[in-house]
């Protein structure tokens, strides 16, 4: 099988490009919002872990 050749004017090749970068900007935001959030997650996983640790430290009649 031989390859597809495609043959795309400059304007052609302008639409996809802004096609593409409208498909792309929601997932672009989204990543940029889970970036912005790793750090209250880390928070949340060393109080996690630090509420646990003081839960196992607690003895029953204490």
Partial sequence: MSPLTVTVTPEQQAAMQERLAEAFQPLMQMRE??????????????LDEALRQQAAAVTPGQ
Avoid at 33 to 46: D, V, Y
């Fill in 33 to 46: 919002q889970l970036r912005a959030s790793i750090p209250a997650l880390r928070l949340g996983a060393r």
